[in-house]
């Protein structure tokens, strides 16, 4: 990964300007630029054919000011230190940002799970956990899936290390299958809360969602289930890519037959009724809201000149350079930020936590209007801070939210000195 484009550097870059509008000290900083605990691993799997590969794998833990670290662990032939220690830190303010308990985590393994069976991905699941065991735990750090891992992936590591612990701890992990632990709306809950904070957004700028059009990039878990929420909000899905080609039809796609089409198929490409576009074409095209749900850095500073959409919801971790960042903002485009947009997973991740303590397990429907009260509130308070703050856009403004809560529990902690407090305490409330 190019210097310009180094998650890491970026993340580090969002913090130090949020810290500078909020008129807080270099110390900080100092604290929040670096993880408080970070992990590396070797993983010996033994593969199918009876060789012992050697995998690496990280676990990044941020800052546990506000509570134990939370985030996800990924499986991808990309992951590196740099790009976890991202990861873990935009985890810290996405938990901050919708009021949750919990600092970030992040972890990962470079691998290519397209290339390995089931009963290798098993293997590599619960080797991994067994290393990073000693550092993890429901009352110090607690995973989840990511890019490529799943529920299933999930209960194999919360199996693993519940042998390890030698007692059932379903409280270790989360987004587990409902049967061991896991909590309903789980599935949908990155997904829905983004479409939560897009319909405010819309609201916010007077964009009327029955016949917005909506552009998606990735057509993953996330990005099918918001087309899917947004086309029942009235919203017209025009187009989606995904890692192998794209569709488009300016009358609108069915994002359910889309969704099932790319299951059958493996891609969105040759939908029926469809126009192939590349990725560019997408993310450029003309429409009311754009949808990055796939990886990092994808609009950049070339892309951002030729953006045409009204708002973007950020349903992907990191999607915006900090230069087109400044682009957009020049052009008047409204960007939720990730760390706001796609938080509804680790909310409902949080809620499934609680769940697993209590031993008291909530409806779907209850947990669909506690995350809608959580990602309502925090839009409100994100976008308060943007109108507020002139020359603050949405993204600045969602980590002066956050580092807000994060410096005052420092601060209230002893970790700062005589760092003066900036924010009111702010309890969880689950009404």
Not at 128 to 136: D, G, K, L, S, T
Not at 198 to 205: G, S, V
Not at 254 to 272: H, I, S
């Amino acid at each position: 990964m190019s210097k310009e484009l180094n998650s890491y550097q970026i993340a580090q870059e969002q913090i130090k300007e949020a810290v500078k509008k909020l008129g807080l000290s270099s110390t900080v900083f100092d604290i929040l630029k670096q993880p408080e605990r970070e992990l590396t691993v070797a993983v010996p799997v033994e593969m199918d054919n009876g060789d012992i590969r050697v995998f690496t794998g990280y676990r990044v833990q941020h800052n546990s000011a506000l509570g134990p670290t939370k985030g996800g662990i990924r499986f991808h032939p990309d992951v590196t230190l740099d790009e976890v220690r991202a990861l873990a830190l935009w985890m810290t303010f996405k938990s901050a940002v919708v009021g949750l308990p919990y600092g970030g985590g992040k972890g990962g393994v470079a691998c290519n799970p397209k290339e390995m069976s089931p009963r290798e991905i098993q293997r590599l699941s619960r080797e991994y956990i067994r290393a990073i065991a000693p550092i993890i735990g429901p009352e110090k750090d607690i995973p989840a899936p990511d890019v490529y891992t799943n529920p299933q992936v999930m209960s194999w590591m919360m199996d693993e290390y519940s042998k390890y612990k030698g007692y059932n701890d379903f409280g270790i992990i989360t987004g587990k299958p409902v049967i061991v632990g896991g909590s309903l709306g789980r599935n949908e809950a990155t997904a829905r809360g983004c479409s939560f904070v897009i319909r405010e957004a819309a609201k916010a700028i007077g964009l009327d969602m029955k016949g917005a059009t909506v552009a998606v990039q990735g057509y993953g878990n996330a990005g099918s289930i918001v087309a899917r929420l947004l086309h029942e909000m009235g919203c017209q899905i025009i187009a989606a890519v995904d890692s192998t080609g794209g569709a488009y039809n300016p009358q609108g796609l069915d994002p359910v037959k889309l969704a099932e089409y790319k299951k059958e198929n493996g891609t969105v490409k040759g939908y029926p009724g469809s126009k192939e576009i590349s990725n560019e074409e997408l993310l450029t095209m003309k429409c009311d809201i754009l949808i990055p749900a796939a990886l990092e850095n994808q609009i950049t500073e070339d892309i951002a000149k030729d953006v045409q959409a009204k708002i973007i919801g950020e349903a992907a971790n990191g999607p915006t350079t900090p230069g087109a960042d400044r682009i957009l903002t020049e052009k008047g485009v409204l960007v939720l930020p990730d760390i706001l947009a796609n938080a509804g997973g680790v909310t409902v991740s949080y809620f499934e936590w609680v769940q697993n303590n209590m031993g008291y397990y909530w409806s779907e429907e209850e947990v669909n209007s506690k995350l809608e009260v959580k990602m309502v509130n925090a839009f409100n308070e994100v976008y308060k801070m943007f109108k507020n703050n002139k020359g603050v856009d949405m993204r600045t403004a969602a980590y002066m939210v956050s580092i807000s809560y994060v410096s005052e529990a420092m601060r209230v902690r002893g970790w700062l000195g005589q760092e003066p407090a900036v924010a009111k305490s702010r309890q969880v409330n689950l009404a």
